[in-house]
């Protein structure tokens, strides 16, 4: 039998998860609602919030698996990529546990947890397949060969993907983080009230910034011709920027599928949260002749349970790491 304990500090939220013989037994996520007044994650107090979080969330992960924290065989942390100091706190709770217990440590990029996501529930993809990876710091398209054998192949030039959602949410006076909202909102909407530019971006990549730029100018000039503009069409506006930031993915998505021949496509990260993007995805499904893969909701936005599969992937391979690791804000594959 293998238990793994899976951790993830990498951003804004501290998560515990436990994983026995490839089954998610808990998973435990304390959010940090200190960061929506200020339109983005403050690096400085989200560390210490980790500091406050992750004994009790670790407590509270090993009491929902009932096991006892002697029972565990290996301990899964995020290396990298994310924020240095929340990174130290997951990777320093990590190794101390580890020497105190004798016990083997594993390091996890947070991106390939994102997609490794996929192999927690029964229905699994098989390899290779195309995954489209969208969270508040990355938007990538990665054609996974095998659990640790991934390249990405397009990913963007400038902000990611749930970047383009925060950043237009504050722009609309918006809280942090603005994806759930403006998904919310944009259900109500007109998607095709207001057309926003696509960007013409080579190859796989993407880019967000110039999205964001003329959202701005928009709200801009129609407040100027009316100051109600922004209260009376918030609805549509949501609606009009999802449809957009969801046909830029979509259509990269369908040039890799063709480009690698790969029917086999995914979508894991924060934004896979989305429910306009998890609508046409379905749909190209049945256009595009597609197997789609989708994330369960608590599996898309930051968690430890990802952490833990790709855990116990490694701790099969016996892939383990020594005292002398340290985090990296920046971390490839
Ligand atoms: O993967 P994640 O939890 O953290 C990072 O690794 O960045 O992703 C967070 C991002 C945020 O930008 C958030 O606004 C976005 O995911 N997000 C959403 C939704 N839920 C979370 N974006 C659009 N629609 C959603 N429902
Ligand atoms: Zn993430």
């Known amino acids: 039998m293998a238990i793994i304990l899976g951790i993830e500090s990498s951003c804004d939220d501290t998560s515990a998860a436990i994983c026995i013989d490839g089954k998610i037994c808990s998973n435990v996520i304390a959010s940090q609602a200190v960061h929506q007044n200020y339109g983005g994650v403050i690096p400085e107090l989200a560390s210490r919030v980790h500091q406050q979080n992750i004994i009790p969330a670790i407590h509270q992960a090993i009491d929902v698996a009932k096991i006892h924290k002697n029972d565990i065989d290996a301990v899964a942390f995020t290396r990298g990529p994310g924020l240095l100091g929340s990174l130290l706190v997951g ?42 990876t969208v969270s508040g710091g990355h938007t990538q398209i990665v054609l996974v060969k095998d659990y640790f054998d991934m390249e990405v192949i397009g990913e963007t ?52 910034s110039g999205l964001k730029t003329s959202i701005m100018y928009f709200v801009r000039d ?40 790969i029917k086999t496509i995914a979508i894991a990260g924060g934004v896979s949260a989305n429910s306009g993007l998890r609508t046409a995805l ?38 383990f790491v020594g005292q002398d690791i340290a985090p990296l804000a920046r971390m490839l594959f």
């Open 91 to 132: 990777t320093s709770f990590a190794k101390s546990f580890a020497l105190a217990k004798g016990l083997p440590l594993i390091e996890v990029n947070h991106m390939q947890a994102h997609i490794l996501a996929h192999f927690i529930e029964e229905n699994k993809p098989s390899f290779p397949f195309i995954c489209l």
């Open 157 to 208: 030039n400038d902000d990611a993907a749930g970047e383009a959602f925060d950043k237009t949410a504050k722009l609309l006076g918006l809280p942090y983080p603005g994806g759930p909202l403006i998904d919310k909102y944009a259900k109500q909407g007109d998607k095709f009230a207001f057309k926003f530019p696509e960007p013409q971006v080579d190859g796989l990549n993407f880019s967000f």
């Open 222 to 261: 129609r407040i100027k011709e009316d100051p109600e503009f922004l209260k009376n069409r918030l609805f549509d506006i949501c609606a009009s920027v999802q449809e957009r930031i969801i046909s830029i993915l979509l259509n990269k998505l369908k040039k890799a599928s063709v480009q690698y021949d």
């Open 282 to 319: 379905n749909e190209a499904a049945l256009t595009e002749g597609w197997k789609v893969y989708i994330p369960k909701f608590e599996y898309c936005t930051d968690n430890a349970a990802m952490i833990a599969i790709a855990g116990y992937y490694k701790f099969l391979n016996k892939d």
